[in-house]
Nanobody, 125 residues
Framework: EVQLVESGGGLVQPGGSLRLSCAAS????????IGWFRQVPGKEREGVSC???????YYADSVKGRFTISSDNAKNTVYLQMNSLKPEDTAVYYC???????????????????WGQGTQVTVSS
């Protein structure tokens, strides 16, 4: 059984940082694309970042230069380091997994097979 469990969300002031974690079981990162998405009520789910099966990271323009995705294969965990947070980053953040090589479907949420339950990130003063 595949499980993805996000953690690390919370309340942070603008300009602050958070690190989200996505702990995976039942999959191996060398065969899966792992993506981070976010969603605000009433809006479509938005792709934020992904890391390919060979460890290459990709970012949406809205977070480029502020967010960094990484993976620890020994812990089967993907991280999303979020710096210089803005109020518009407020959302529920989800990690997702797709069995794929490369990152062709990085921001294509319907393609992903497995999803976590989400973690709330709130950026507010």
């Amino acid at each position: 059984e595949v499980q993805l469990v996000e953690s690390g969300g919370g309340l942070v002031q603008p300009g602050g940082s958070l690190r989200l974690s996505c702990a995976a079981s039942g999959i191996t990162f060398d065969e899966h694309l792992i993506g981070w998405f976010r969603q605000v009520p009433g809006k479509e789910r938005e792709g934020v970042s992904c890391i390919s099966n060979i460890g290459r990271g990709y970012y949406a323009d809205s977070v480029k230069g502020r967010f960094t995705i990484s993976s620890d294969n020994a812990k089967n965990t993907v991280y999303l380091q979020m710096n210089s947070l803005k109020p518009e980053d407020t959302a529920v953040y989800y990690c997702a997994a797709l069995e794929a090589r490369g990152a062709n479907y990085c921001f294509d949420s319907p393609e992903y097979d497995y999803w976590g339950q989400g973690t709330q990130v709130t950026v507010s003063s």
